[in-house]
């Protein structure tokens, strides 16, 4: 409304011979902004108005203040240039944008020998789109700001849940025992989904909530309304990581075994209702971020014999190849390695050799 706007900048306004908006999350929500554009509406401006697209919102559509979605709404088209994802537009988009601001045709303003007659106009075009970044820029620092300002109420109010959580589920079971200390642990935020809802990963470190193997790091699934839900027990494990994946759910990789001090990422996967142990995958000393050949490693069938005897010469070995070097010496004939999966061919087995040390062997070293 005008009332929203003061006396110098409604002056502005009616001087001006163009209003460039840009389109983004946070100015779509801004009332300042939707004064602004339906001041010009009211005065029958509404052709000055230029649009720079910055982002656009999940379902791909540009996000524009109230007035101007409703015109839009009932048929009027607006000038525009898509900036999303760039850092600068082009110049044939920028050259675009300043034809309709100064009212001439595209290819006079592109062609070369009608841009030297206009290099006045061209100046004028580029000192109005320089002023439309450091306004863009204004907006997406705004826009950082306040998601980290949403990110951060999100876990405030997931901590205060799992810590009432904890008091209910401590006096549930011990009616007498006094109020216990709660201590929670997170370790991670995310959008696992795509929903907007923060999820987390929480360790719950108070006394009573960890067994004699240690605490268990679980992920929780943000719903909304204060709701949470555990989609994930990722026990004994390492900092989880997350990426991105097909079917609307990110993947969780955590390490639970290690080989030769080189971790064995254990990926889970979405299933429906929860996340689920898919696969393992060894880098054998690349980073996480710049492993694109892992070794895969299918989980053993939950009908499979967990234990297996290894022969006096088998080797537990670094990786799945005859020339990697030893992790372990075996003592005697009778040792016991766990089997946690199989290497992608068949030919190697991994085992956890004591406390998730694991390493490789052949198949055919390993008897039943």
Same mark, same amino acid.
């Given at each position: 409304? /005008?009332s929203d706007l003061? =006396? %110098?900048?409604i $002056?502005?306004l ?6 460039i908006?840009?389109?983004s999350?946070?100015?779509a929500?801004s009332? *300042?902004?939707? /004064?602004?554009?339906?001041?010009l509406?009211d005065?029958g401006?509404?052709?000055? +108005? ?5 982002e ?13 979605a409703?015109? &839009? ?6 000038l525009w240039?898509?900036a @999303? ?7 044939q988009?920028v ?5 309709g601001?100064?009212g001439?045709s ?6 070369r020998? +009608? ?5 006045g106009?061209?100046?004028?075009a ?5 002023? /439309?970044?450091v306004v863009?820029?204004?907006?997406v620092?705004q826009?950082?700001a306040?998601? @980290?300002?949403?990110?951060?109420h999100q ?5 205060a849940y ?5 008091v209910?589920?401590?006096r549930e079971?011990?009616?007498?025992r006094?109020?216990?200390? +709660? ?5 991670r ?8 809802w923060?999820d987390?990963?929480a360790?719950n470190?108070?006394?009573?909530f960890?067994?004699?193997g !240690?605490c268990a790091? %679980? $992920? *929780?699934l943000g719903?909304g309304?204060g709701r #949470?839900r555990v989609?994930?027990n990722?026990? !004994?494990?390492? $900092? ?6 097909? !079917?609307? #759910?990110k993947q969780?990789l955590t =390490?639970?075994y290690s080989?030769?001090?080189?971790? &064995? #990422?254990s +990926?889970?996967?979405w299933?429906?209702t @929860?996340y689920?142990? *898919?696969r393992f ?8 971020e *710049?492993?694109?050949?892992? &070794? ?8 499979e014999?967990t234990?297996?005897p ?7 070995? =670094? ?7 030893p992790?372990?010496?075996?003592? $005697?004939?009778?040792?016991?390695? &766990? ?5 992608e061919?068949g030919?190697?087995?991994?085992i956890?050799?004591?406390?998730a040390?694991?390493?490789?062997v052949r198949r055919?070293? /390993?008897?039943?």
């Amino acid at each position: 409304m /005008a009332s929203d706007l003061g =006396a %110098e900048l409604i $002056a502005a306004l009616d001087r001006s011979c163009r209003l460039i908006l840009i389109a983004s999350r946070a100015s779509a929500e801004s009332r *300042y902004v939707d /004064a602004e554009v339906r001041h010009l509406v009211d005065a029958g401006r509404l052709d000055d +108005v230029r649009v720079v697209v910055l982002e656009k919102t999940a379902d791909g559509a540009v996000p524009l203040p109230p007035v101007l979605a409703r015109v &839009v709404s009932q048929g009027w088209e607006p000038l525009w240039l898509d900036a @999303e994802r760039t850092s600068r537009p082009d110049q044939q988009a920028v050259v675009r944008l300043a034809a309709g601001m100064l009212g001439v045709s595209f290819d006079a303003l592109w062609r070369r020998d +009608v841009r030297r007659r206009i290099t006045g106009l061209l100046a004028a075009a580029a000192a109005l789109v320089l002023v /439309a970044s450091v306004v863009g820029a204004v907006l997406v620092r705004q826009r950082d700001a306040t998601d @980290e300002l949403r990110t951060a109420h999100q876990e405030s109010a997931f901590r205060a849940y799992l810590t009432q959580a904890t008091v209910d589920k401590v006096r549930e079971d011990d009616p007498g025992r006094p109020p216990p200390d +709660v201590q929670i642990d997170i370790l991670r935020s995310d959008d696992l989904n795509g929903d907007s809802w923060m999820d987390f990963f929480a360790i719950n470190r108070t006394p009573g909530f960890c067994g004699s193997g !240690g605490c268990a790091t %679980e $992920a *929780y699934l943000g719903e909304g309304d204060g709701r #949470y839900r555990v989609v994930a027990n990722l026990f !004994g494990s390492g $900092a989880p990581h997350t990426r991105a994946a097909d !079917g609307g #759910y990110k993947q969780i990789l955590t =390490a639970f075994y290690s080989v030769d001090g080189e971790p &064995v #990422y254990s +990926v889970f996967r979405w299933n429906g209702t @929860e996340y689920a142990l *898919y696969r393992f995958e060894f880098c054998n000393g690349v980073r996480l971020e *710049y492993c694109s050949r892992p &070794v895969l490693i299918t989980p053993r069938a939950d009908d499979e014999r967990t234990t297996l005897p290894l022969t006096e010469k088998s080797k537990v070995l =670094a990786g799945p190849a005859s020339g990697s070097p030893p992790v372990r010496v075996m003592e $005697a004939a009778g040792d016991y390695g &766990v089997f946690v999966g199989t290497v992608e061919g068949g030919a190697w087995l991994l085992i956890d050799v004591l406390k998730a040390r694991a390493g490789f062997v052949r198949r055919s070293d /390993a008897t039943r």
